[in-house]
């Protein structure tokens, strides 16, 4: 008793193939199957490059933000003295920076004088902001402390100020330059208050990889700013540092507890969650656009397999009349359209993994055609154009790209499976 043959058996693979590489004097698409293949695997690689683009500004934008600033700011709420001044100093700082850093989770808790203040150099002016803090925390802080470049030793700080490299790059200043810090909090006099100003050593120079702390921020050692700004014995904040800032919220009711009862918290996601979650929908939006685009190159798919049936309809009407079913003729154009998405998702795949890989030459040979400035680290913040491939990423472009192509596949294969042989054959 003879038996069907099983599903996609190999002579359904041989006819499949028979088909894709066909001519088209032969009845074939070639033509149309290589557009459809270029259209898919372009859709892939951008994809992919988007995403691995997207994934790689958040990551840069989030390490910046937690190499270079606290993940965690506490303060004082204000408070009113007797004869009407106000002020959110911390006086028992110590105290307070030693009961945050016995908190499970805290690796570092960094008393500070924060102010802004005009620095000045060969008639050069910046405007900045000041970071008094101690040495042995400036060290705690891993962009400053480990930055992708440096002037000078961090082991020099306390015999100077620390800049960044885009504070020197306004004021001219180079190492061992001396720099003039003016504020206009200064002190007071029967005549109003006159600024104060003071000049300090450039003794290290460090570019923290991201735009506007390197072009604003100064560090100071901690006593030299309480003198400077009139903190005698006093702080402005404490800046904590964690060990998990993703779960900053978890921590912040015992860093409350241990601060006291004046205290407040300003985490990292309060000053960055709204950039952060505007992220996330763009990348959202941006997967949807582009997954459009992975349709409109599967769609191309369907135009071809329609063409290649109606030029095949002799064909399908003989192997109908040798004995094959409706499910082996499904199955034949269903491979030619799925290895047609199938080959040209692998190549995009590739493609836009390259892409991602080799992001910085690409990037520096279409600056260098276009005359430089395409990437201006003033708007976006950080200097380069990242890119970092997530395997999530890439796992759901190629899961999107054969679904597509697959299921679009099924509509002319099963136009080819209910052709009526007799029809294909009446006017042969």
């Not at 009845?27 to 683009?53: E, K």
Request: with cysteine.
């Amino acid at each position: 008793m003879a038996t069907s043959p099983p599903p996609f058996a190999r002579f359904e693979f041989l006819i499949a193939w028979r088909y894709l590489r066909a001519r088209r004097a032969e009845g074939g698409v070639s033509v149309m199957t290589w557009i459809s293949l270029l259209g898919v695997m372009l859709s892939v690689a951008a994809l992919i490059a988007t995403l691995s683009v997207r994934a790689g500004f958040r990551a840069e934008f989030v390490d910046t933000i937690l190499g270079a600033n606290a993940h965690a700011t506490i303060y004082q709420s204000l408070d009113v003295s007797e004869t009407g001044q106000t002020s959110r100093t911390i006086a028992d700082y110590q105290a307070m920076a030693e009961r945050l850093e016995a908190v499970p989770g805290v690796t570092s808790a960094a008393p500070l004088v924060r102010a802004q203040v005009m620095a000045n150099l060969r008639g050069a002016n910046a405007g900045v902001e000041v970071f008094g803090i101690a040495p042995e925390d400036l060290a705690t802080i891993p962009r400053i402390a480990n930055p992708e470049e440096a002037e000078g030793q961090l082991q020099d700080f306390p015999n100077g100020i620390a800049i960044g490299s885009g504070v020197a790059r306004e004021l001219g200043a180079f190492l061992g330059d001396r720099i003039r810090i003016i504020s206009p909090d200064g002190a007071r006099t029967a005549f109003g208050t006159s600024p104060r100003a003071s000049a300090y050593d450039a003794s290290y120079i460090f570019t923290a990889g991201r735009y506007d702390i390197d072009r604003t921020r100064v560090y100071m050692p901690l006593e030299e700013a309480q003198l400077f700004f009139n903190r005698d014995g006093v702080v402005d904040e404490i800046e904590v540092m964690v060990e998990d800032p993703d779960n900053i919220e978890a921590i912040v009711p015992a860093l409350l507890e241990a601060a006291g009862p004046r205290a407040l918290v300003w985490t990292w996601k309060d000053s960055s969650g709204a950039f952060l979650r505007a992220l996330t929908v763009e990348d959202n939006v941006m997967f949807v656009i582009l997954s459009i685009l992975v349709l409109i190159a599967s769609l191309n798919i369907i135009s071809g397999l329609i063409m290649l049936v109606k030029n095949k309809g002799r064909d399908i009407g003989i192997l109908r009349t040798m004995g094959l079913s409706e499910g082996s003729i499904l199955r034949i154009f269903f491979l030619c359209g799925a290895s047609i998405g199938t080959i040209g998702t692998i190549l995009g795949v590739i493609l836009g993994c390259a892409f991602a890989i080799w992001i910085d030459p690409i990037f520096s040979f279409v600056n260098f055609v276009s005359g430089g400035g395409v990437w201006d680290p003033e708007i976006r913040g950080i200097y380069a154009l990242p890119a970092k491939l997530e395997w999530g990423d890439v796992g759901a472009a190629v899961a999107l790209a054969l679904f597509l192509s697959w299921v679009v596949t099924l509509f002319p294969a099963r136009r080819a499976a209910r052709m009526n042989p007799v029809e294909a054959l009446r006017y042969e």
